[in-house]
């Protein structure tokens, strides 16, 4: 059994709209093992990036907060501590991909100056020089040619590839044991996806570190989880390893989602069939239903349904679904 890292328990946040509070995350438990890669899908807005940046103790207050739970990294509860000390743990122990590189990184600064201010702000027992270097030593670690040449370029002179790739090398700088990577495959090509998955692996397998991966890409999950949580209007509707989940799916939800994957079987054999899909669309927030979340859009909806929130509870070891009706095989 791998070492446990981060645990996250019972985790709340709310946003204050012109509506009242906004429940955005409601309730959410995960672990995060050493090694090991965690991915949280679903649909936009349904709290992934939400989770990930209360982590990182990064929602904006005002309108956001944390109104609930514990995040706690190596035994250590994350929301107890004060700021100036989660910020020697920001980018250090605990460390973020953002899902857009050109508005993430800064386009007045170069790509080795951004690099070289972790450095500075981390391990202030550096030169200059010696930064300079390990500027040039991170952008060689995630692939990128030339790098000597590159630590001088802007932002704009890199392929969304290579920005990517630069947002990577920042996150990787101190060596964190946790890192969160919020979509980062978004906007780029089929090829150059796969290049960042496989650097991400490499560089995990080299480290030791574990991986939160936020995405609403199942290849993605397939191809690099080891564990899957999928989410549903700031909950957990089903939890379990990659190979279960995607294998026997209890939850209508997750189900659906795994129907809605194309057939490569029925693509090589020419035949035009149309996507499945989940009827329906996902309620706001500021409106949830009492009851399950996912009522108006199941098949399998009871009255039960509409009168309580089902709790998630296991159903088979390490496999947690939260539905009074889960699907059986």
């Known amino acids: 059994m791998s070492e446990k890292i981060l645990e996250v328990r019972d985790l709340k946040v709310q946003f204050r709209t012109d509506s009242g509070w906004v429940t955005a995350v409601n309730g959410v438990n995960f672990d995060v093992l050493k090694g090991k890669t965690l991915g949280i899908v679903g649909e936009s807005g349904s709290g992934k990036s939400v989770s990930a940046l209360s982590v990182m103790r990064l929602i904006p207050n005002p309108p956001g907060e944390i109104t609930g739970g514990t995040i706690k990294f190596n035994g250590q509860n994350l929301l107890d501590l004060p700021l100036d000390d989660m910020r020697t743990i920001r980018g250090n122990k605990i460390a973020m991909i953002f899902q857009e590189p050109m508005t993430s990184l800064n ?76 979509e980062p495959t978004t906007a780029l090509d089929v090829t150059i996806q ?10 995990q397998d080299e480290l030791g570190m574990g991986i939160i991966m936020i995405t609403h890409d199942l290849g ?32 209508p939800y997750t189900k659906g989602l795994m129907e809605s994957i194309p057939s490569f ?12 899909t989940i009827e329906g669309m996902v309620p706001p927030l500021t409106k949830l239903p009492v009851g399950c979340n996912f009522q108006d859009r199941c098949e399998f909806v009871t009255e039960e349904c509409r009168k309580v929130d089902a709790e998630l509870k296991p159903i088979e070891e390490n496999h947690t679904v939260r539905c009074f009706h889960p699907i059986s095989y």
Do not use: W
Not at 194 to 203: D, H, N, T
């Open 107 to 182: 386009p007045v600064y170069t790509v080795g100056n951004q690099i070289e201010e972790v450095f500075k702000l981390h391990q202030p027992n550096l030169n200059a020089k010696q930064r300079h270097e390990k500027a040039i030593e991170m952008l060689k670690l995630v692939g990128i040619p030339s790098p000597e040449k590159r630590v001088l370029e802007y932002p704009h002179q890199l392929s969304g590839g290579m920005r990517q790739r630069v947002m990577i090398a920042i996150a990787l700088c101190c060596e964190p044991d946790v890192l969160i990577a919020d």
């Open 265 to 276: 079987d029925s693509t090589l054999e020419g035949e035009k069939e149309r996507l499945a």
């Open 194 to 203: 796969a290049q960042i998955l496989e650097l991400m692996k490499k560089l």
């Open 220 to 251: 993605v999950v397939a191809e690099t989880c080891d564990d899957v949580a999928v989410m549903y209007c700031g909950q957990i509707v089903e939890q379990a390893d990659v190979k279960t989940l995607f294998e026997k799916p209890r939850h």
